[in-house]
């Protein structure tokens, strides 16, 4: 091998490097953005309402002053470009036989689907990162989304911004609270997926 093509080699090596490296800082700033657009919701008053409504499709809301946990993450990934409502209807309409079939639907629901926690640890197990779950707290990154097991059927998600403060509507409109491990936690994700 002569010098010069060792130098291409270390070069078009260096650079791979750092490709990976400031992709992987983008991801990192995403989970920020999340983080920084989820606290800036609990500045918006919500009442707990898990009421069904008919919503517009694409970027259809329930009204701002109501909402339940899902609403968070669908506000806050909306506020950065993405539309959880038209990515899950779209995933449901390819691969309806994927989802629960908890409410006995038997068709995808674009008013309803993206608002239920179980199709969402669906679409965010096949669409994002599946982190472990761990009883670390420095394992939870700011953005990141858990998902908890209340107990008696019901479960819960919520967006991390600091280790154990989560950004979630547990009935009390959207807040923060220190409760990451206050509930068994049933998945752990982070969305968009990265490339590794």
Known sequence: MNKNTSRTIVLTLTIVILSIRCFSQQIDSIGLQISRVAIELTKVQVIYDPTYVILSYPNGDVPWSRGVCTDVLIRAYRKLGIDLQKEVHEDMLANFHLYPKTWGLTKPDPNIDHRR???????????????????????????????????????HIGIVIDKNLIVHNIGNGQEISDCLFSYRIIGHYKYPKSIK
Do not use: C, E, H, Q
């Not at 096949?126 to 059927?153: C, E, H, M, Q």
């Open 117 to 155: 926690v179980p199709n969402l640890m669906v679409f965010f197990s096949r669409f994002g990162d599946i982190l472990p779950i761990t009883t670390n707290p420095f394992d939870y990154k700011p953005g990141d989304i858990v998902a908890w097991d209340l107990g008696s059927g019901l479960t």
